[in-house]
């Protein structure tokens, strides 16, 4: 991890904290990193209310309730997941800002339509619209896919503020 992203992650606990803000993260392909990265900090519990790693199908649908139709029609890789993922977070929490990652960090698994280091991002935040962001980082490694990822889930949470 870059020493620079966890300054940047206390920066944003401290700013979401003065803000009356809590967090809930919602990550597939990044198993759990973004929620690592923020509870590593102490003092995060003002902030971090929740964090669901849905690796699996069924767990985005049954932890989050993200229809499986939606799974089924369009793949766990792709922007109408990513936004029910993040939206599912934030109904199942207490929280304010919800961030939701799903992707394909590799080796195997990409297609040409889905290549490896594709990523989809949702942020549902209470009383306005879900977002998006679409991320083809490539196939940098499995590692860096995957950090790549966790530096733009918090770029996301910082543009709440």
Not at 19 to 31: D, Q, W
Not at 146 to 152: G, H, L, N, P, T
Request: proline residues 4%; hydrophobic residues 45%; neutral net charge.
């Amino acid at each position: 991890m870059k020493p620079e992203l966890k300054h940047r992650a206390d920066a944003l606990l401290k700013a979401y904290e003065r803000n009356g803000l809590k967090i809930a993260t919602a990550e597939s392909c990044t198993g759990g990193l973004v929620a690592a990265l923020l509870t590593e900090i102490s003092g995060s519990s003002a902030v971090v209310e929740r964090g669901f790693v849905t690796y699996s199908n069924e767990a985005k649908i049954e932890l989050i309730g993200v229809p499986a139709d939606l799974i089924a029609t369009h793949g766990a890789v792709s922007e109408p997941v990513a936004r029910a993922m993040a939206e599912g977070a934030l109904a199942h929490s207490h929280a304010d800002v919800a961030v939701a990652i799903t992707g394909i960090a590799g080796p195997g698994g990409g297609s040409e339509a889905k290549p490896v280091g594709l990523v989809h991002f949702g942020m549902a935040r209470k009383g306005r619209p879900t977002q998006h962001l679409e991320r083809r980082y490539g196939d940098l490694g499995r590692v860096m896919v995957r950090w790549c990822a966790v530096e733009d889930a918090i770029a996301l949470f910082e543009s709440v503020l």
